[in-house]
């Protein structure tokens, strides 16, 4: 047996045999967190504040997940990504789930869950697809300005999608 591994013994056996023989440089006890539900008022100033988001679709037995950002608006959350798998699965099924965390430690969390319907725009479709294209790009801008132009750092993100939120729940731990 090592040293260290002797020293914790010893301070594991002294600390469950005499309080009055505990190490003055024992580590303290994890603080008990309070584990609660999130309004739905909270939930969306997260969203708001949040610009980074695990989207999660299915199609038959298979999950999957990835990082994407994105911007919430009024019951909404556009976004822009690229062509591919993704694309290909969600046109299967549009119902998918975003997952948004906010993490100081590992019992101090918020964390919003959102269910909706997954929609790609097309500016050609006139209408209210051509209008909610314009406002995903336009919110898009205010997080990244050169989105759609020639110096956008992720030019290869043509597709905008929005989601509409059906469902959103939040929980919080917190040991404060």
Known sequence: MSASARTFNREVIMTRTSHRE??????PSTPHPVFRELDRRTCERILRRNHVARLAFSFHD????????????????????????KLLTISHSHWVALEVDEISAMFDWRSV??????????????????????????????????TGTASDPVAFRTVMFRIHIDEVAGREASTK
């Open 62 to 85: 298979r999950v999957d997940i990835e990082p994407i950002h994105y911007v919430y608006d009024e019951g909404w959350v556009f976004g822009r990504t690229s062509p591919g798998s």
């Open 113 to 146: 869950v959102v269910h909706g319907t997954f929609l790609t725009l097309d500016p050609a479709v006139p209408g209210v697809e051509a209008q909610a294209w314009g406002r995903a790009v336009s919110l898009l801008r205010e997080l990244v300005p050169e």
């Open 22 to 27: 505990t190490p003055a440089h024992r580590v």
